[in-house]
T-cell receptor, first 112, second 115 residues
């Protein structure tokens, strides 16, 4: 069974706009990771945030983590058509193995 | 350098057939993972190796599923007596070191269709 839920399930925006996706999870985590998946490049790691971190940036990506609410958000600024993909959050349980537990994903469409 | 490769990319099997899916991880990567992704869903964990040791197989859905990594490099996921519900994309991932803070690099997947 999957750990969490992404919200929204689908998001459609215009190029240049910002896109925000949210992820909730159920149990204590070691870290949370965001991945992107499209048909051309498969599943690609975007960013990892540890449980003792609150915010992390990578280029146009900003990730926040609120462990008290068991939630995370991914912000993509100044979106491009090439950002069109499905985005998944994945968690690593505290005290568990190294396996990733994925949510169901948010399908982002960026219109030119 | 080469990424994670998987073969075959597509496999069609008749119900009841056995299939074998191969994963070649990035050279030198210690950890190897198998995930199953149904249409419209996120990947779900199947099993995990550290070198040749299978440390977690809690995600294997039944005893028809078997994975091995005998020399700590290439891995094979075998599904016996395939059923229609086994139709999915099977993803392999590897990471360089042991430990939870490591990025997993995914292969392109094998799309299995069971008729």
């Amino acid at each position: 069974s999957q750990q969490g839920e992404e919200d929204p399930q689908a998001l459609s925006i215009q190029e240049g706009e910002n896109a925000t996706m949210n992820c909730s999870y159920k149990t204590s985590i070691n870290n949370l990771q965001w991945y992107r998946q499209n048909s051309g490049r498969g599943l690609v790691h975007l960013i990892l945030i540890r449980s003792n971190e609150r915010e992390k940036h990578s280029g146009r990506l900003r990730v926040t983590l609120d462990t008290s609410k068991k939630s995370s958000s991914l912000l993509i600024t100044a979106s491009r058509a090439a950002d069109t993909a499905s985005y998944f959050c994945a968690t690593v349980f505290q005290g568990g193995s190294e396996k990733l537990v994925f949510g169901k994903g948010t399908k982002l469409t960026v219109n030119p | 350098g080469a990424g994670v490769s998987q073969s075959p990319r597509y496999k069609v099997a008749k119900r009841g057939q056995d299939v074998a899916l191969r994963c070649d991880p990035i050279s030198g990567h210690v950890s190897l993972f198998w995930y199953q992704q149904a249409l419209g869903q996120g990947p779900e964990f199947l099993t995990y190796f550290q070198n040749e040791a299978q440390l977690d197989k809690s995600g294997l859905p039944s005893d028809r599923f078997f994975a091995e990594r005998p020399e700590g490099s290439v891995s094979t996921l075998k599904i016996q007596r395939t059923q229609q519900e086994d139709s999915a994309v099977y993803l392999c991932a590897s990471s360089l070191w042991r430990g939870s803070y490591n990025e997993q690099f995914f292969g392109p997947g094998t799309r299995l269709t069971v008729l």
